[in-house]
């Protein structure tokens, strides 16, 4: 194969599953190698020599910090490499979105990166793994993908690590973005941006974690009270991200507790269970030490969460201006 060198990083999902049968539901995750799956797209001569290396063979639902940081470590080793010219990561869908904000906050943004997933098995009828795939080769190949972070490849679109979210759990369509749209739209042919690259500097915005400190993830729901705070903090939760109702509001008892959680110094931001919108800061959050979400999704204001405490950054202020950058 001639053409841009990509390196692809597997981890399973779905993109590497396999049901035995096209119409088989229950098929696993993670059962084709990075091998079998380069020889199966050899075929498709997409323009790119592809190399690959196994990180893990999972379901994303088992993403682990021990997976994280090998992934880290084999990405920073690949976007070092001089005759590199882009990533792509294969990922199950059901935690893209969480990897994909992990690596844009941690890696240097100089070449593309492009995270790609399938909603259906290989083996599945209509599987949409290998068009995905061919979509990714088709934006990892083109030098305009870099300076825009961690790209995730779903459905002809291309998202931004920032603002993609898995909206619908199952169809080929299941991805979507906000506050902003998709960044571009691609087929195997084709691929047209939208908006110029966003990310200033080339370098990494934080440190890759040397450990994952434990924040809690509150859901709420009707008459929810303080007591779950206290249980998290005596298991040594070092922040709070909270999905709390509507625009982040929350029951009183909890209120009181997580203040008081965050004038011991734990970081607490408000983020929404509802399925998409702001959370801006409200005016009692200067009163009560709280972090607004903002555009971010529980999930993901957690792993940002994580990623700013491991930085040594708790600063309620400080982590309210990381949670606003794109
Ligand atoms: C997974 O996340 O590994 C399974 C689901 C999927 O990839 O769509």
Same mark, same amino acid.
């Given at each position: 194969?001639?053409?841009?060198?990509?390196?692809?990083?597997?981890?399973?999902?779905?993109?590497?599953?396999?049901?035995?049968?096209?119409?088989?539901?229950?098929?696993?995750?993670?059962?084709?190698?990075?091998?079998?799956?380069?020889?199966?797209?050899?075929?498709?001569?997409?323009?790119?020599?592809?190399?690959?290396?196994?990180?893990?063979?999972?379901?994303?639902?088992?993403?682990?910090?021990?997976?994280?940081?090998?992934?880290?470590?084999?990405?920073?080793?690949?976007?070092?490499?001089?005759?590199?010219?882009?990533?792509?990561?294969?990922?199950?869908?059901?935690?893209?979105?969480?990897?994909?904000?992990?690596?844009?906050?941690?890696?240097?943004?100089?070449?593309?990166?492009?995270?790609?997933?399938?909603?259906?098995?290989?083996?599945?009828?209509?599987?949409?793994?290998?068009?995905?795939?061919?979509?990714?080769?088709? /934006?990892? !190949?083109? %030098?305009?993908?870099? *300076?825009? @972070?961690?790209?995730?490849?779903?459905?002809?679109?291309?998202?931004? +690590? #920032?603002?993609?979210?898995?909206?619908?759990?199952?169809?080929?369509?299941?991805?979507?973005?906000?506050?902003?749209?998709?960044?571009?739209?691609?087929?195997?042919?084709?691929?047209?941006?939208?908006?110029?690259?966003?990310?200033?500097?080339?370098?990494?915005?934080?440190?890759?974690?040397?450990?994952?400190?434990?924040?809690?993830?509150?859901?709420?729901?009707?008459?929810l009270d303080g007591r779950i705070v206290a249980l998290h903090r005596a298991a040594g939760a070092q922040g709070f991200v909270v999905a709390g109702f509507g625009e982040g509001t929350m029951p009183e008892p909890l209120r009181t507790a997580l203040r008081e959680a965050a004038a011991a110094g734990l970081p607490v931001v408000r983020a929404t269970r509802v399925d998409e919108?702001? /959370?801006? !800061?409200? %005016?009692?959050?200067? *009163?009560? @030490?709280?972090?607004?979400?903002?555009?971010?999704?529980?999930?993901? +204001? #957690?792993?940002?969460?994580?990623?700013?405490?491991?930085?040594?950054?708790?600063?309620?202020?400080?982590?309210?201006?990381?949670?606003?950058?794109?």
């Open positions: 194969m001639s053409g841009p060198h990509l390196h692809v990083l597997a981890t399973g999902g779905t993109i590497a599953g396999r049901g035995g049968s096209p119409t088989r539901r229950d098929y696993r995750p993670g059962q084709i190698g990075i091998d079998e799956f380069l020889a199966r797209i050899e075929p498709l001569a997409l323009g790119a020599r592809l190399t690959g290396g196994q990180v893990a063979n999972i379901g994303s639902e088992d993403i682990s910090y021990a997976v994280w940081a090998r992934l880290h470590a084999s990405a920073s080793a690949a976007l070092d490499d001089p005759a590199v010219d882009g990533l792509i990561i294969t990922h199950g869908t059901d935690t893209a979105e969480e990897t994909a904000l992990l690596l844009d906050r941690t890696l240097p943004t100089s070449k593309p990166i492009v995270l790609v997933g399938a909603m259906r098995a290989a083996d599945a009828v209509g599987s949409d793994g290998w068009r995905n795939f061919a979509n990714a080769v088709q /934006v990892a !190949r083109d %030098p305009a993908a870099a *300076g825009r @972070g961690v790209l995730v490849v779903m459905g002809d679109l291309v998202h931004a +690590a #920032r603002d993609v979210r898995k909206a619908i759990t199952s169809g080929t369509g299941a991805f979507r973005s906000f506050p902003r749209g998709p960044v571009a739209a691609v087929t195997p042919t084709s691929l047209e941006w939208f908006a110029d690259p966003w990310r200033v500097g080339a370098g990494a915005l934080y440190p890759f974690p040397a450990a994952m400190p434990e924040v809690a993830l509150i859901h709420c729901c009707a008459g919108g702001l /959370v801006d !800061r409200a %005016p009692d959050d200067d *009163g009560d @030490g709280f972090i607004a979400a903002r555009a971010l999704g529980p999930a993901k +204001a #957690r792993i940002l969460l994580q990623v700013l405490i491991a930085a040594g950054l708790r600063d309620p202020a400080v982590i309210q201006q990381a949670l606003e950058a794109r």
